[in-house]
């Protein structure tokens, strides 16, 4: 289950890498190759890692995500306070709906329109195995989340330390003394020096943490790249 965002950063990714070829030997086979250096790779990586989000998601998060909707449906839970009393007023009883329907709202008052907190305690006691099971099923749920997150966050800063390679290797880091050629300003901070300086354009200097000095770097250097 992938989301518009993590395509379009796994489409970004992939096409750094291809463009990171050279002009004679650009071609889907090319990319494919493990001898194109290190930043064809690591763009190449952080698009498999950001587009792999979605297989994770799908084939192994969605059915333990899934069996915790159903055990709270089971004991008579629902998703707000409203949506509980929505349910009582048409008759729905605990273990009545499936974890697709609750997904899908079925029976539910509406999700745009209600306001009221959430459902303190469901309809049924859980036994006491079943508040474990509950419980093993969340730290599952948890450990799965890390994975997920791990696959998204590597893809970032997989890309993030080829853009700065790359940007090294073209001599973007520059000596605090060292002029900044015309040809290189932008409406934006744009050129990472030695000093943890940005030189935004025109005369002036401005002093940044090194995180804003990334971020921005980033930013730029994998439009360009």
């Not at 792999?52 to 192994?60: D, F, L, N």
């Not at 605990?94 to 029976?107: H, L, M, N, T, Y």
């Not at 997920?148 to 001599?171: D, E």
């Not at 940005?198 to 930013?219: D, E, H, M």
Request: net charge positive; charged share 20%; glycine share 8%.
């Amino acid at each position: 289950m992938l989301t518009f965002d993590q395509v379009l950063l796994a489409a970004d990714f992939a096409y750094l890498a291809y463009d990171a070829l050279l002009p004679k030997i650009r071609t889907i086979t090319q990319l494919l190759k493990t001898t194109n250096g290190f930043k064809v790779n690591a763009y190449l990586a952080a698009a498999l890692l950001a587009f792999s989000v979605g297989p994770w998601t799908a084939r192994v998060m969605i059915s333990n995500n899934f069996a915790l909707i159903k055990k709270n449906e089971d004991l008579g839970g629902s998703r707000s306070s409203a949506s509980a009393e929505e349910e009582r007023r048409q008759g729905i009883k605990p273990g009545q709906r499936s974890a697709k329907d609750s997904v899908e709202s079925k029976g539910s008052a509406s999700e745009l329109r209600n306001l009221s907190g959430p459902m303190a305690r469901t309809a049924k006691s859980p036994s006491e195995a079943e508040d474990q099971q509950v419980r093993d099923m969340l730290a599952k749920f948890g450990r799965q989340n890390v994975v997920r997150a791990f696959l998204l966050g590597g893809g970032g800063i997989i890309g993030l330390l080829a853009t700065l390679a790359w940007a090294k290797s073209v001599g973007f880091m520059l000596d605090i003394d060292r002029p900044v050629p015309n040809q290189y300003f932008a409406p934006t901070w744009t050129y990472m020096l030695k000093s943890h300086t940005l030189i935004a354009p025109g005369p002036i200097s401005q002093v940044v943490n090194p995180t804003t000095k990334s971020v921005a770097a980033c930013v730029y250097f994998a439009t360009v790249a």
